[in-house]
């Protein structure tokens, strides 16, 4: 009996291991050489460049309109978008006809075609969600249906010592939900209370005292009589449709259901009705030219009981070797809240093995199924894989494409972990829906979308659906037009309408090529991570971290993700000198520590222990922190499994290669005691965030400043002081800096070298982001790969130009460079012209406010001359404008100023976008998060006019345009604010 037990508990890992394993060839290789082309970084892809999420009010759409609407995404420098049936701020839906023109439709489909048309010229890409709204549902299936989603209600009633119970079976202590006119009995039992058991929420029973009665219910009815001791509770359990339609219906007509996410015949609800109703051949044909995804959003299955199928007891039994009716007291729920509980020792177990046998189930039918199809249509599958209580992270290595969410994701290790899985996987792609926050619509900035976003990109996220693009209008839409969030219960919503109802969609270009290349650099090669911490419940969206690593590691510049027990069983998981997954992530070190779900208990499965043994049997560094010499199974044991976990243990504490710590302090000695060291070091702790790429001819790291999670405080601080990277790849080494904002490339002047580390001076403005690329001499084509650099200079800094190693200062004086050779120079810098500070500025205003009709915008100008900067809510005139400023004003330079001299210009703060234009010429892009312009090259001897063109929200405008609306949300500061600088500087090459 034990051993047949344990070989059924292996049916699910079996199961959900085949579904990652099929996965592994279904995406892009990651392993790529970085092309020594410039356009490799200054111009990316359309695959790599951010898309929008697309919001249609369903079917009621014009083609011609859904045309315009691709164009202006294509100009706008965004590589796609993904359609998607979203209204929640039409209140009355009949003005959407959804008879006529809802999801599905003709008129929808119309629609599409047209999008995945124009898509197909512009070289975009173009992704379908799989039903409306969310979650996944389509028409016709109804709440009875056996496709439909289904829950597992309860009903109770309490019995005193000998007391019986004489009557119709108790009831759901819930009505169902509309539409659902059928309930099947599944059990009814009987168990002792015993208060020892229970808990704040929860009654506590005797597990032993279990009974079932279900067969002795007769048309209904029950009598039974209790026994003579103690208080008795009587439960029932009635299976049943959800009643659960997509969010912010109906969308179609009929009207659609969600479907059992986890059943074959769910699926098989959704596939059908695509085969059957939707993908004619020009679709077909079309989804397969466009080459785009199906998007499943997260997985927010709302029921009064229990998220239920009825294959569960025949799963649970098949994965654990016992019945799951005894068990079920400790896993019903009532509007989430558990209801009963046993010991808590055997409670933490029946709900692990409840959820781990849902998890297979889902994984299985939902996750591969999908994926299996889209692929079957030359598509792949995008997916948030969370919302139930499933492994996460073994459904990201299913997935194609796994996504994240910066509105519900509370930390980076939420990232982390789908990052884990995608890694292990050998996928490429780890997908974010950006930049939603609540209540801000219409008052979102760019730079607080940057700052949102930088912290995630180092986290593993390298694909960006920004939330979002909303069609033009429905019938009722106020100005500016349809947005998909906003009304949203009476205030403004959380989803932003960005297209060219902004008026910083004259800018964002800028952001959209930034965006492109930073996911450009880390969707290259393969990613890298120091240590793989091993999670044995998988879930993500918590914000739960890893002992050690998120609060102590990552300042130190640690980097980890996390895995689940299945990613053990893929092909990748291998050792090889020292390295799991070598030709993959390659963490140097496991970790692991009890599970943070069920009370940090030490727990680890005995399938999971042996593949850790093996592992480290390989040669691979393991942690263990707790008291795993006294482990526990996280899952109701077999006869003796327990024992054997311990004998397993044993053998693997022993390993030279393996160290125990109780102290979550002692896990940086154990890693330094193991040989183990980060690929990124800096001497303090710091804000600075980073990710690593490796290649064959480079190692890329992004390193911005940004912090773990949206909502920490206080803000972070700008930082300066020194980074130690390490280059994986042979050879020899030469820093490069790689610009985001610019698209440059430029060798890096002032560093040291000791072997494989570079350390270099790293300084960074909160959410700012550096890009350095360690490769061989003259990977970007430079003039500069084989000379000598600098390695120390007190000069402020030093760089490389077309005549060779430079310095640059704000000062005139005598400085010394001392070289990588051993040689040091000195440097004479005689003279440098003195900062200006601009006295007065005109600003032409094109203000906007609503104009005719829903979709029109009145541009009308105004002209101040301002002695000083002040935000457009303090200028009289502009207190409530919204669009376009631009700042003009002229600055004198001496008749002595030569090409030897650069400049900086100091924008200050600014809000939101901005552009800076000298004498006429435009100038790089500007640094949203460090808004200094470099325009030295622009200047000449004399006056210079400087124009900085300022594009702000429409947030102070829709205050006053629709106070209904809008009027609660204090006017906000946008425009130029400074204080702005000119700072010359001279520039000489070393030893001139």
């Not at 315009?68 to 359609?83: K, M, N, Q, Y």
């Not at 799989?130 to 389509?138: E, K, T």
């Not at 940057?450 to 960006?464: C, D, E, K, P, S």
């Not at 631009?886 to 008749?895: C, D, I, K, Q, S």
Request: charged share 20%.
């Amino acid at each position: 009996m034990p051993e047949n037990a344990l070989s059924r508990r292996t049916v699910l890992a079996i199961g959900l291991t085949a579904g990652v394993v099929a996965a592994v060839g279904a995406g892009p290789t990651a392993l790529a050489s970085t092309p020594a082309a410039a356009d490799w970084f200054t111009d990316p892809t359309a695959a790599r460049r951010p898309k929008f999420r697309w919001w249609w009010p369903d079917g009621l759409v014009d083609p011609d309109e859904i045309a315009r609407e691709i164009d202006s995404i294509a100009d706008a420098g965004f590589g796609g978008a993904e359609i998607a049936a979203v209204h929640h701020s039409v209140k009355d839906k009949s003005v959407l006809d959804t008879a006529h023109h809802g999801w599905g439709s003709r008129p929808w489909r119309d629609g599409v075609e047209a999008a995945l048309r124009r898509a197909v010229r512009r070289g975009l890409t173009l992704d379908l969600t799989l039903g409306p709204s969310w979650p996944v549902a389509v028409p016709g299936v109804t709440p009875d249906d056996a496709a439909a989603a289904q829950e597992l209600a309860h009903g109770r009633a309490q019995l005193a010592a000998g007391a019986t119970f004489e009557g119709p079976v108790p009831p759901p202590v819930h009505a169902p939900a509309s539409g659902v006119t059928r309930q099947r009995l599944l059990a009814v039992q009987a168990a002792r209370t015993e208060p020892a058991n229970s808990t704040r929420k929860e009654t506590g029973l005797d597990p032993a005292s279990v009974r079932d009665l279900t067969a002795t219910v007769t048309d209904g009815t029950l009598t039974w009589t209790a026994p003579e001791e103690g208080d008795w509770v009587l439960i029932s359990y009635w299976q049943r449709g959800s009643g659960q339609q997509p969010e912010s219906g109906p969308h179609s007509a009929p009207a659609a259901h969600v479907v059992d996410h986890l059943s074959a015949r769910g699926t098989d609800a959704v596939t059908g009705f695509w085969e059957r109703q939707l993908l004619t051949p020009s679709l077909r044909a079309l989804l397969r030219a466009a080459g785009g995804a199906f998007f499943e959003d997260s997985v927010e299955l709302e029921t009064d009981g229990l998220t239920w199928t009825p294959a569960l007891p025949e799963a649970f039994e098949q994965h654990t070797g016992r019945p799951l009716l005894p068990f079920l007291p400790a896993v019903i729920l009532d509007n989430g809240n558990q209801v009963f509980a046993f010991d808590a020792q055997l409670t933490r177990q029946i709900r692990h093995d409840f959820w781990e046998t849902v998890s297979g189930l889902f994984n299985r039918h939902h996750v591969r199924a999908l994926r299996d199809w889209a692929h079957a249509l030359g598509m792949s599958l995008r997916a948030q894989p969370y919302g139930l209580q499933t492994d996460a992270i073994a459904s990201a290595a299913v997935l194609d494409i796994p996504e994240g969410e910066s509105l519900g994701f509370k930390n980076l290790d939420d990232y982390r972990c789908l990052a884990g899985g995608r890694d292990m996987a050998g996928h490429t792609v780890l997908s974010c829906e950006a930049g939603a926050y609540n209540g801000s619509a219409y008052s979102t900035t760019w730079d607080r979308f940057l700052r949102t976003m930088g912290g995630a990109y180092a986290a593993g996220v390298n694909q960006t659906v920004v939330h979002g693009f909303s069609y033009a209008t429905v019938p009722g839409a106020a100005w500016p037009g349809f947005a998909a969030f906003s009304p949203y219960n009476g205030g403004p919503g959380y989803g932003e309408s960005w297209g060219p109802r902004q008026p910083t969609w004259r800018h964002v270009n800028d952001i959209a090529d930034y965006l492109g290349r930073v996911h450009t650099v880390l969707q290259s090669g393969t990613a890298r991570a120091d240590v793989a911490v091993l999670r044995q419940t998988g879930y993500t969206a918590t914000g739960i971290g890893a002992s050690w690593f998120t609060a102590t590691g990552v300042p130190l510049g640690w980097t980890h993700q996390f895995l689940s027990g299945p990613l053990l069983d893929l092909p990748n998981a291998t050792v090889s000198r020292g390295r799991l997954a070598p030709d993959g992530p390659a963490y140097k070190a496991l970790f692991v520590e009890g599970d943070f779900f069920y009370g940090s208990t030490p727990t680890l499965a005995l399938r999971d222990a042996r593949r850790v043994l093996r592992l480290a049997e390989a040669g691979l560094p393991v942690v263990l922190f707790g008291a795993f010499d006294q482990a526990l199974t996280p899952g109701v044991p077999d006869e003796d499994e327990t024992d054997r976990l311990r004998e397993v243990l044993g053998r693997l504490l022993a390993l030279p290669t393996v160290v125990r710590v109780t102290d979550k302090a002692a896990v940086g000695d154990a890693l330094a005691r193991l040989g183990v060291t980060a690929d990124v070091r800096h001497a303090t702790a710091s804000t600075l965030l980073n990710a690593h790429r490796a290649t064959r001819d480079a190692d890329l790291y992004y390193l911005c400043n940004g912090k773990h999670a949206e909502t920490v405080k206080p803000a972070v601080a700008a930082i300066d002081h020194d980074v130690t990277l390490r280059r994986t790849r042979g050879g020899a080494t030469v820093p490069y800096l790689l610009d985001p904002w610019t698209g440059e490339a430029a060798r890096i002047a002032r560093y040291t070298q000791d072997g494989d580390d570079v350390t270099l001076r790293v300084t960074l403005q909160p959410g700012q982001v550096r890009i350095v690329a360690l490769g061989r001499p003259g990977l970007f084509a430079d003039r500069n790969g084989n000379h000598p650099h600098a390695v120390a200079t007190d000069a402020a800094e030093a760089l490389f130009t077309d005549r060779g190693l430079a310095i640059r200062t704000t000062a005139p004086g005598t400085y010394t460079t001392r070289l990588s050779t051993g040689r040091t120079v000195t440097t004479v810098v005689p003279s440098v012209p003195e900062p200006v500070t601009p006295g007065r500025w005109l600003l032409e205003v094109e203000d906007w406010s609503p104009g005719s009709g829903p979709t029109l915008t009145e541009h009308v100008r105004r002209t101040v001359t301002l002695d000083a900067l002040l935000p457009w809510s303090r200028i009289p005139d502009l207190a409530d404008s919204a669009g376009i400023g631009r700042y003009r004003t002229t600055v004198e330079l001496p008749a002595d100023w030569t090409s030897s001299y650069d400049a900086r210009l100091e924008l200050g703060q600014v809000s939101d976008t901005a552009r800076v234009t000298v004498n006429g010429t435009r100038a790089a892009p500007v640094d949203r998060l460090n808004p200094v312009a470099e325009i030295g090259a622009l200047l000449r001897p004399g006056p210079n006019v400087i124009e900085v063109e300022v594009a702000t929200p429409l947030v102070n405008r829709l205050r006053v345009a629709q106070p209904a609306v809008f009027g609660a949300v204090a006017r906000q500061d946008h425009g130029l604010m400074g204080p702005v600088r000119l700072v010359p500087y001279a520039r000489r090459v070393v030893g001139s």
